[in-house]
């Protein structure tokens, strides 16, 4: 089993930039394909990145390529997520997952879930 603890968020202007981090535990974390999600207020919980096991891979959503960068430690059971240039629309709760299967894009093929992280972006 992994027990996932977000943090790092808070409020940012627009423009600004953020870094999530995920503190995991479990021995078997580095096995696992992680995955950031963002939810916005009365919408569904998007994926915005996700990162293999190893770290080699990365994959991002088409609205965040360019601005976000996911990234792992497995030594430190670690996962983070740096948010550059951030748009008030990235508003939100944030979400890291521990991946069940492929291929990683939504919140179905994920098992474990942090509490996640308020991310309000001001205008």
């Known amino acids: 089993q992994v027990q996932l603890v977000e943090s790092g968020g808070g409020l940012v202007h627009g423009g600004g930039s953020l870094r999530l981090s995920c503190a995991a535990s479990?021995?078997?974390?580095?096995?696992?394909?992680m995955g950031w999600f963002g939810q916005a207020p009365g919408k569904e919980r998007e994926c915005v990145a996700v990162?293999?096991?190893?770290?080699?891979?990365?994959n991002y959503a088409d609205s965040v390529k360019g601005r976000f960068t996911i990234s792992r430690d497995n030594a430190k059971n670690m996962v983070y997520l740096q948010m550059n240039s951030l748009k008030p629309e990235a508003t939100g709760v944030y979400y890291c997952?521990?991946?069940?299967?492929?291929?990683?894009?939504?919140?179905?093929?994920?098992?474990?879930w942090g509490q996640g992280t308020q991310v309000p972006v001001s205008s």
């Open positions: 997952a521990a991946g069940l299967r492929p291929p990683y894009n939504h919140s179905t093929d994920y098992l474990y």
């Open positions: 479990g021995r078997t974390f580095s096995t696992y394909a």
């Open positions: 990162i293999n096991w190893s770290g080699g891979e990365q």
